[in-house]
């Protein structure tokens, strides 16, 4: 199969976005903490481009894209090491022919992988030692992320043989790192030093738009190719933003009386959150409604959250749990042939079915996520502790576990 130069270009274009977007998360939850917790949320976000990087080209890539174990796992050495991979391998998995090298496919899908594990460290904020969290971070991707990314975007996965769909990671992503993270805020417990003042709304703003704009490689990237759909799949990803972000505003406004700006800023990141996995199956009037009810249903699940005590310290359930959760069972709704003849028809299109698959399949999802990570996590605590000292907590974990700060007493 000869090179598209064009599909090529713009997967390695995608390819960067969607890198981008772990800077923007560290940047995002960075402002988010307090000032002397500042290095050490970003650092867990950093450190995932490096370390995940590694087990992606030891075993990874081939654990979620190798030849297929019972539709659970792909082979762990098949392409162990970039193994079978040479110059001129193309990316043929599923009868793709968009003409993109095999290495492009490995660079792109390696940085969901990135991104993954580090969103759910905005949940236990300020309470986790580092040790653990390379610990936690490398039994994830092994038992959750590479599994689930097999059974959903491997042709011979056992949710994709079924006829899950997921377009760019509602349940792969959005809704495993979710559920971990619920997991791990009632594992963990709650901060002994609460900070729930942003000590940079800046920096979350400048968070968000690099999270938003590496997005639109997350999504439109993920049709592996120019084309039409990879066009409604783009304006999606910012229709259902835009909403979103317009919801939660004014929703928050209506009760809080003020409109703010971090409302705005996490409300957008909801409604990209929940259209992830709808982005190349919907209308972009869907897309409008997804952003709708995205903004008013996370914007409630956080108020949930609060309500239930649960120190869920930068909503990560709430945003991207929920979020991932109803944007797939928003695809079982809204799916349109008309819009993808790839796709299929949902149950407001006559397809019952479909629906009751993507339930399903989220609520599996759900489950194992949420269940192995409390597992792992009291696993963890045998091997070293999980949680922080309360002095580590009372000085902040900067000085205290990374011998920095970012915002050093006297400056």
């Known amino acids: 199969m000869p090179i598209n130069t064009g599909n090529t270009a713009f997967m390695l274009i995608c390819c960067s976005l969607v890198m981008l977007m772990t800077p923007g998360l560290a940047f995002f939850y960075g ?7 500042t290095l050490a949320i970003m650092i867990q ?3 995932s481009l490096g370390w995940t990087t590694v087990l992606w080209f030891a075993f990874g890539y081939s654990m979620s894209f190798g030849p297929s174990w ?3 796992i792909g082979s762990p050495s098949y392409y162990a090491f970039l193994n079978h991979v040479d110059l001129g ?4 998995l599923g009868g793709n022919d968009a003409g993109i090298p095999l290495v492009v496919h490995i660079a792109y899908q390696m940085m969901f992988a990135i991104i993954t594990p580090a969103l759910i460290t905005g949940a236990f904020a300020n309470r986790v030692t580092f040790k653990a969290y390379m610990i936690f971070l490398t039994a994830w991707l092994v038992f959750v992320y590479f599994p689930f990314c097999h059974m959903v975007w491997h042709p011979d996965g056992l949710l994709a043989k079924w006829g899950v769909l997921d377009f760019a990671g509602g349940i792969v992503v959005h809704n495993t790192a979710g559920m971990a993270a ?16 942003p000590h940079s709304v800046p920096l979350i703003a400048l968070g968000t738009g690099l999270l938003w ?3 639109y490689g997350f999504n439109a990237g993920s049709q592996f190719r120019v084309d039409s759909v990879t066009a409604s799949a783009f304006l999606n990803t910012d229709i259902a933003a835009s909403f979103a972000a317009a919801t939660w505003l004014f929703v928050e406004w209506t009760n809080a009386r003020q409109p703010k700006f971090v409302g705005l800023l996490t409300g957008a990141v909801a409604g990209l959150a929940t259209i992830t996995p709808a982005a190349g199956f919907v209308s972009p009037a869907t897309a409008a409604l ?3 009810l995205s903004g008013v249903i996370c914007y409630y699940a956080v ?3 609060n309500k239930l005590g649960w120190d869920d310290a930068l909503d990560v359930w709430g945003v991207h749990g929920v979020g991932g959760f109803i944007g797939v069972i928003f695809l079982g709704l809204f799916a349109s042939k008309a819009w993808n003849p790839a796709g299929v028809d949902g149950l407001f299109r006559g397809n019952p079915s479909f629906f009751f698959k993507q339930c399903a399949a989220v609520a599996i999802s759900s489950i194992w996520a949420f269940g192995f990570t409390y597992v792992m996590l009291w696993i963890i605590d045998r091997i070293t502790p999980v949680r922080v000292t309360l002095a580590a907590e009372e000085k902040g974990l900067d000085a205290e576990l990374q011998g920095e700060e970012a915002y050093p007493q006297g400056l």
């Open 31 to 37: 402002g988010l903490v307090g000032r002397k917790n």
């Open 45 to 47: 976000s950093f450190v």
């Open 70 to 72: 019972h539709g659970i």
């Open 89 to 92: 391998a193309m990316f043929t």
């Open 182 to 197: 619920l997991a791990s805020i009632l594992y963990v417990g709650k901060r002994k030093v609460v900070e729930n003042i």
């Open 213 to 215: 704009f590496g997005w």
């Open 290 to 292: 997804i952003g709708v």
């Open 303 to 305: 108020a949930l959250k």
